[in-house]
């Protein structure tokens, strides 16, 4: 059975049929791409899956439920997590704040036992803490814990908010053009984290990618959407060969 | 864990000695009686402003009816101590109790606006609570209530100025529940992406800090013995919204300061000599303009003042001083 | 029915001052999305001068109009220059907290011996109130005054935005204020006529303001003030023809309300019909989703 199950989705804005008729299956541990032209549908997609829209027709099945429509900040909870194209840090908290607002929706100590500090709840904040400082020395970023997150360079926000999200201990990492303003060799080394992560967190990930090359060299299955339709879908080397691909891509005489 | 429990006792045995200083100071007539009304009253609005702070500067949310909710806070505890004879402190809870309920009542629709139009929204509110109580008889309408009893004494103030900085400080900076709110102030939609309830904890902050107001309130009933709709106006509202200001918006110590030097100053002015005395809210009004162009985050942005800070500043002075006085040495060796 | 129409009358007046204060709230929101708390004591400043002008200087009713006009528009341009205009790139509690500044300065010079006192001063009578009835109506000429004041204004700004090249650009800037300097626009230039603007008409408003109720006091413009702004929010905050049918409407809820709910009440209704607008149609009743000039 696949983790992530998407039948028929279709979502429209008024007269504007956005998405129409979407299906997409993603299995355990799979690196997924899903690629197309401007304007194609993928952030909205992208939307539907983290319930920041909500679909008109289809369905959204995760790990055996069925998610369309709940709202965003529900879908943490069922071990969905995401990156923002436009990076979306906390920017004035520092780097451990902002890796530990991961687990928090995990947390179980309530309103009053933050109040007066129980033992419990302390003991549960240090647990936090650890994790966090684990997951930053994983990432390299240990030293930078204390730093506030807007002063980080531009590279190191990207794998900070991918090390936010993976904090949040999701079974499904969505990652929205996640080169988008990288040179070709920190684009190299996201390649490698992301099949890194993938080995060792044992999760799977969805990738929304403009950046052909990125797609094809990590992703083991790609799908491709063009004016709201899905188009192909497929191992890289057949999206690469597949006439209407190029053609959505290069126009009717590249093909 | 244990560090944090060390840490705190240290705490408790600070403020206990910045007690009986004060305490000192107050039986041996150092700090007068008039002294001791102006610094419970900075105690009194400090309760306010940090609930302010805690929603404006924390959690981001704009709010310009936070002294209408002092205003139920008045009402509600004069009500019970005067009319059904409730002890004071129970009417104290009460009052904190029944803004804290309201704000979550009104909070529950308002909180969906944001930027200027929740500010305008609870300027609104704060009118229609003003003209409310000013046509119920039963509040005393725009004559207000006198004859309150007279109980709000240092001790009372102290406590639950130091317990309202410790609950916030706790929330904010040692919780997940703070995070959130935090998180809340930097980016909605993140904060959403982390499974956090941005509504919600809205409500929560918007609940919390307008609790403080009401026992504010509370306490300047039993401080003022008068109260009327009046002094619960749009302007106390933005009052407190200078005291939280100027000290910094998301540092409680820096509110502290914000609201004793807004206090005391216009106060100090009064003191200096008649012309001042004139021009003394003319002085504050142009204080206030130049604050925030010369210094627009306040004056402890979001830090806050802590021992090793306190121990850095100390050590630069010192080092300046030094510095300097070796530099005369030298002058006089030459 | 008499009656009703007798209050329409009145809140009409009323309204028409309303609408003449809220255009000041609107521009300036819509040029820098300021609230411009101050704006209301730029009415009372406007009150006062009008009250000099015609005592002390001994000016006609036209010509003190002007001279009022003139130096709150010149207070408006120096108050945004020197105070507002540094903190353009800050946060907004921190411009809020610098117009309440202003807000103060303003009452409180006002209040000093050299200028008024701290005492009520009744505004000259500067025209003879005549009142004439027409069918069991009632008018004073001081009622046709306000309103032809405040249409002519109107009029007249609404020319000056739609057909002039000032106008042009101002409209441009609260589109997309840094566009608009792309385009070659001074910013700071139309940032300041619009302060001029909205200034000259909240001392107009202050003047016919002082006839209709002649009790001249540093704080008289707080509660008209709001009412005004509440009306700017009502119309769309930010649209001009949007504060004059907000001006009208909430003269006219309040002079109704006073005679058919309840005199105590009435200010309390103006706040609930801001609440309930800003939750169902926060944009006002003729705000687009995005608030332009």
């Not at chain 3, 009502?234 to 002079?255: C, K, R």
Request: contains cysteine.
């Amino acid at each position: 059975m696949s983790l992530l199950s998407v039948k028929n989705l279709t979502i429209r804005f008024g007269g504007l049929l956005a998405v129409n008729d979407f299906n997409l299956e993603i299995g355990e541990q799979e690196l997924y791409g899903l690629i197309g032209p401007n304007g194609a549908g993928k952030t909205t997609v992208f939307n539907m899956l983290t319930g920041v829209y909500t679909p008109t027709g289809g369905s959204i099945t995760f790990d055996g439920e069925r998610i369309d429509g709940i709202k965003p900040y529900n879908i943490t909870a069922k071990h969905i997590a995401r990156t923002f194209q436009n990076i979306r840090l906390f920017g004035n908290l520092t780097v451990l704040q902002n890796v530990m607002m991961g687990y928090d929706y995990q947390a179980k100590s309530g309103l009053f036992s933050s109040i007066i500090r129980t033992p419990k709840q302390i003991k549960e904040e240090e647990k936090m803490h650890e994790d966090a400082m684990k997951l930053l020395t994983i990432f390299h970023m240990e030293d930078l814990a204390e730093e506030k997150a807007k002063n980080l360079p531009y590279g190191q926000q990207r794998r900070l908010e991918i090390a936010r999200a993976l904090a949040a201990n999701p079974k499904l990492l969505l990652l929205d053009e996640p080169a988008a303003g990288m040179n070709p060799q920190e684009t190299a080394e996201l390649t490698e984290l992301i099949r890194w992560i993938r080995d060792e967190f044992k999760i799977s990930i969805l990738l929304i990618e403009h950046d052909m090359k990125l797609v094809m060299n990590v992703c083991e299955k790609i799908t491709v959407l063009s004016f709201g339709q899905l188009l192909a879908a497929g191992k890289p080397e057949e999206i690469r060969n597949n006439p209407r691909v190029i053609e959505a891509y290069l126009g009717k005489r590249g093909a | 864990m244990k560090e944090t429990y060390k840490k705190y006792i240290k705490v408790v045995i600070g403020l206990i000695v910045a007690y009986a200083v004060f305490q000192i100071l107050f039986q041996t007539g150092m700090i007068n009686s008039y002294y001791n009304r102006i610094i419970r009253q900075i105690g009194i609005f400090l309760i306010s402003a940090l609930g302010l702070n805690l929603i404006l500067g924390f959690t981001g949310q704009f709010t310009l009816g936070h002294a209408a909710f002092m205003s139920i806070g008045a009402y509600t505890s004069a009500i019970l101590t005067r009319n059904f004879g409730v002890p004071f402190l129970l009417a104290l809870i009460a009052a904190a109790f029944t803004a804290a309920v309201l704000a979550i009542i009104i909070g529950y629709p308002i909180l969906r606006l944001t930027g200027d139009y929740l500010a305008i929204c609870t300027l609104g509110f704060g009118e229609i609570v003003k003209v409310f109580i000013q046509n119920v008889d039963y509040l005393g309408g725009a004559r207000g209530i006198s004859g309150i009893e007279n109980k709000s004494g240092f001790t009372v103030i102290f406590v639950l100025a130091a317990l309202c900085f410790a609950i916030i400080m706790n929330l904010i900076h040692h919780s997940s529940k703070g995070r959130a709110i935090l998180s809340v102030k930097e980016d909605e939609i993140a904060a959403q992406a982390m499974g956090i309830n941005t509504t919600k904890y809205k409500i929560i902050a918007f609940a919390i800090g307008c609790g403080m107001a009401g026992l504010a309130g509370g306490l300047f009933a039993h401080f003022s013995q008068f109260i009327d709709p009046k002094s619960f106006d749009f302007s106390k509202s933005f009052e407190l919204m200078t005291y939280v200001v100027l000290g910094g918006m998301g540092s409680l110590s820096g509110t502290v300061i914000g609201t004793s030097i807004l206090i005391a100053l216009p106060e100090w002015l009064r003191g200096l000599s008649d012309v001042v005395k004139e021009y003394r809210m003319l002085i504050y009004a142009i204080m206030l303009v130049s604050m925030m162009l010369f210094r627009p985050q306040g004056i402890m942005g979001t830090k806050e003042i802590t021992v090793a800070g306190l121990k850095n500043f100390f050590g630069k002075i010192k080092r300046i001083f030094r510095s300097s006085s070796t530099s005369v040495n030298k002058g006089k060796e030459a | 029915m008499t009656e009703f129409l007798q209050q329409i009358i009145n809140g009409i007046s009323l309204g028409s001052v309303y609408a003449l204060i809220s255009i000041g709230y609107t521009m300036v929101y819509g040029i820098i999305k300021l609230i411009n708390f101050a704006h209301c004591d730029i009415f009372m400043v406007g009150a006062y001068t009008g009250y000099f002008a015609i005592t002390t200087l001994r000016l006609g009713f036209i010509p003190a109009l002007f001279f009022s006009m003139a130096v709150c528009a010149l207070l408006g341009v120096v108050i945004e220059r020197v105070a507002y205009k540094p903190l353009r790139n800050s946060a907004k509690e921190t411009l809020l907290i610098t117009t309440i500044g202003v807000e103060l300065f303003l009452q409180n010079i006002i209040k000093t011996k050299a200028l008024a006192g701290p005492n009520v001063l009744n505004f000259p009578e500067v025209i003879p109130t005549a009142t004439f009835k027409i069918g069991g109506l009632q008018f004073s000429n001081i009622q046709l005054i306000t309103l032809g004041i405040s249409v002519i204004m109107c009029a007249a700004l609404q020319f000056l935005i739609s057909k002039t090249n000032t106008g042009r650009a101002m409209r441009a800037t609260s589109y997309d204020r840094d566009a608009a300097a792309l385009m070659g626009i001074n910013i700071n230039r139309i940032i300041s006529v619009t302060f001029a603007i909205g200034s000259a008409l909240a001392a107009t408003g202050g003047i016919v303001f002082g006839m209709l109720y002649p009790k001249l006091e540093p704080i008289m413009g707080v509660m008209p003030g709001l009412k005004a702004f509440v009306a700017a929010v009502l119309g769309g905050i930010g649209i001009v023809p949007g504060a004059m049918v907000g001006g009208l409407s909430i003269g006219l809820i309040e002079t109704l309300s006073k005679v058919y709910i309840s005199s105590g009440l009435s200010d309390a209704i103006a706040f609930i019909i801001l609440i309930i607008i800003l939750l169902v149609k926060p944009t006002g009743l003729f705000g687009k989703r995005n608030v332009k000039v």
